[in-house]
């Protein structure tokens, strides 16, 4: 099993940009799928963003198509998660999920390793 850590999160004014980042450790990253899920206060934990194993196909939900995007560096053991024109609506904790396998699914219950997520805060 992966161990997932992300970092990246913070602050920022509606219309800004971050980038999260999220470093895995502890077996061969490249046979891994990886994705973005955020969970704002009070709501279930949704899927953001995926990439499959190599990286040739990306997932986005409607809400975040054209502002983010997911990438991966499969040499560093680490995703991406670049956050642009942010809303104050993607306020949540964000987490980074992986699973065993090519293909990315929305579910998280198809996801076995989880970090302990990252607050990502959109001011208005």
């Known amino acids: 099993q992966v161990h997932v850590v992300e970092s990246g999160g913070g602050l920022v004014q509606a219309g800004g940009s971050l980038r999260l980042s999220c470093a895995a450790s502890?077996?061969?990253?490249?046979?891994?799928?990886l994705a973005w899920f955020r969970q704002a206060p009070g709501k279930e934990r949704d899927f953001v963003s995926g990439?499959?194993?190599?990286?040739?196909?990306?997932y986005n939900v409607d809400s975040v198509k054209g502002r983010f995007t997911i990438s991966r560096d499969n040499a560093k053991n680490t995703v991406y998660l670049q956050m642009n024109n942010l809303k104050p609506e993607d306020t949540a904790v964000y987490y980074c999920?992986?699973?065993?396998?090519?293909?990315?699914?929305?579910?998280?219950?198809?996801?076995?390793?989880w970090g302990q997520g990252t607050q990502v805060t959109v001011s208005s």
């Open positions: 502890g077996r061969t990253f490249s046979n891994y799928a």
């Open positions: 999920a992986a699973r065993s396998g090519e293909n990315v699914y929305s579910s998280p219950n198809m996801y076995d390793s």
């Open positions: 990439i499959n194993w190599t990286g040739g196909s990306t």
